[in-house]
């Protein structure tokens, strides 16, 4: 039995191709990746390529995020820092309402400035200033193959 949660692959689902399915692929569907952006920010770039890889979910409030870092299995939480989504602020909120997704957050933030860039670093959380979408990916990719 599915849930709206996670794609289901059987041996009944039809393959592309009648390919074999690739387990490493296989088990990265049935993560998610949370991506925390305002509204005013585009992230649909970012979560289009995320959807080849992981199941994407997003919000544009903080604490909704929060309360979006259950019910599966978790990859990582991307928070895009733009409008009303401060990096330091989302960070401070996650340490206080569930450290234990610190180490999977990564803070995206091309205007930070080093003070700021520092401080998300010393947390255990992962920095990376800019926002390229297959620069992203690739620290997605990376920090996912922890979870």
């Given at each position: 039995m599915c849930?709206f ?22 088990k ?22 995320l959807?080849?890889?992981?199941i994407?979910?997003?919000?544009t409030?903080a604490?909704d ?53 520092d ?15 297959d ?13």
């Amino acid at each position: 039995m599915c849930t709206f949660l996670y794609e289901c692959v059987s041996s009944s689902t039809p393959l592309e191709n009648d390919s074999p399915i690739d387990t490493k692929r296989a088990k990265s569907r049935l993560l998610f990746v949370l991506v925390v952006h305002d509204q005013a920010v585009d992230a649909e770039p970012l979560c289009e390529q995320l959807r080849d890889l992981f199941i994407v979910r997003e919000a544009t409030v903080a604490f909704d995020a929060l309360e979006r870092l259950t019910g599966g299995q978790l990859a990582c939480v991307v928070c895009m820092v733009g409008g009303a989504i401060r990096g330091k602020d989302f960070l401070r909120l996650v340490q206080h309402a569930s450290p234990e997704h610190v180490s999977r957050l990564i803070i995206v933030d091309e205007s930070a400035e080093r003070d700021a860039a520092d401080f998300v670093r010393g947390t255990g959380a992962t920095f990376l200033p800019s926002t390229d979408v297959d620069e992203v990916i690739a620290v997605v990719r990376a920090v996912s193959a922890r979870a």
